[in-house]
């Protein structure tokens, strides 16, 4: 009889892990419905995985079932289980924090039952697509036409303006081995012919560079180099409005003459241009400033609006170049509130104050990222997975 059970046992206990290898295959086919999972979403919103050399569908696959899930990381446009969590509290109750879970959940019973996947969300396309098509701007504003360059930028959206440049990026100029010891090792790039403003991107890890060296080259004495983006269609402030994204500031070298030296600067910001029937309003979240003055506020003599600046970092941080990779984020209304209850003055003398101070009254229509150099100043940036969050 013992030895029966002990047969028996032994057949249950194949039977048993024969069962729960099934019920693994069922679910990580789960996981791997395509409302939960996609493959290029998951390789560009997660740059990490790229940098680990992680880069075929079987390895980022594999990643996503033995790692991703659990970690709660977003393989999908259509699906976020950290929002799902957060939206239904039955789930939260049933599954407390268990990302994965929530990933099945979705798939067995959440879609039928008309449950949303993640809440509305305009995503910025990643800045590394397919198309190898770049259009190049001049500083008046004017399509100088387009680079064609691989790797790419792509058809996302996104244009490199320049702003008071008198060597803008021409069309012609695509494939520049392009090196300045400041900056570190050399790079194919776009680059005017000084070399003093550039644009990279280095496809094999979806990362978006941007370098600029001395100002030399600028009719207003600094080189300023602009990646922009205006939306299709205006954004309201709410009060869940927020940008996000991921930067490295790999190096940042100014030579001073003083504390604050006006003739040697370095900046590197993330900005928004807002509006209303009253006008437009920039605001400038500070990454990285030479002079370290991260605040301040004044009608810009260029475009004759007020813009107000602020430090990225919540604590007033100014970030130095030491190579490593952060998470930037903005609220926009928490900006656009202290923005417009702002009294810019102007370089007349004057002061200009904005009469709607109503965040609710004002939309978002672009977004920029830039860097400014004067003088004897060096600096470089590294952007991937930006975000934008109505």
């Known amino acids: 009889m013992r030895k029966y059970l002990r047969t028996f046992a032994a057949a249950m206990a194949v039977v ?3 069962a729960a290898a099934r019920a693994d295959e069922s679910e990580d086919a789960m996981l791997l419905d395509p409302d939960i999972f996609d493959r ?3 390789a560009h919103h997660n740059g990490d995985l790229a940098f680990a050399d992680l880069t075929t ?3 980022l696959e594999q990643h996503w079932l033995q790692y991703g899930a659990r970690e709660g990381r977003q393989a999908s446009p259509t699906f ?4 799902y969590l957060d939206e239904y509290a039955d789930l939260r109750a049933a599954y407390g924090t268990d990302t994965r879970l929530a990933c099945l959940h979705f798939v067995k019973w959440g879609r039928s039952e008309g449950r949303l996947g993640t809440r509305p969300v305009e995503l910025l396309d990643p800045l590394a697509l397919d198309d190898p098509n770049v259009a190049v701007y001049s500083p008046q504003n004017t399509r100088l036409g387009v680079v064609r360059v ?3 930028l792509g058809d996302s959206g996104w244009r490199i303006n320049q702003w008071a440049t008198s060597q803008p990026i021409l069309p012609d100029q695509a494939s520049i081995y392009y090196t300045d010891p400041a900056l570190g090792a050399a790079r194919v790039a776009l680059a005017t012919q000084d070399k003093r403003l550039a644009v990279f991107l280095d496809r094999s890890r979806w990362v978006f560079e941007l370098a600029s060296s001395s100002g030399v080259n600028s009719s207003s004495g600094g080189s300023n180099i602009f990646l922009s983006r205006d939306l299709a269609t205006p954004i309201p402030i709410g009060d869940d ?8 500031l790999k190096a940042m ?3 001073k003459t003083a504390a604050f030296d006006a003739v040697n600067v370095g900046q590197c910001f993330l900005g928004f241009i807002i509006s209303s029937s009253e006008g437009v309003v920039f605001i400038q979240k500070v990454i990285a400033e030479a002079n370290g003055s991260s605040s301040g506020a004044h009608v810009d003599p260029g475009t004759r609006a007020p813009l107000w600046t602020g430090p990225l970092d919540p604590d007033g941080a100014l970030f130095t170049g030491d190579g490593v990779w952060r998470h930037g984020r903005a609220w926009l209304r928490d900006d656009v509130a202290a923005a417009l209850a702002t009294t810019y003055p102007t370089v007349a003398g004057g002061t200009v104050t904005i009469h709607d ?5 004002w939309s978002l229509t672009s977004v920029y990222l830039g860097l400014e150099t004067a003088g004897n100043a060096a600096l470089t940036v590294q952007l991937r997975t930006p975000s934008l969050h109505p």
């Open 16 to 18: 048993g892990a024969l």
């Open 40 to 42: 290029r979403f998951y």
């Open 57 to 59: 569908k079987e390895q």
């Open 80 to 83: 976020d289980a950290r929002t």
């Open 150 to 152: 691989e790797p790419t």
């Open 241 to 248: 409005t927020r940008f996000d994204l991921d930067f490295e």
């Open 253 to 255: 070298r100014v030579v």
């Open 357 to 361: 101070r109503d965040p609710s009254h």
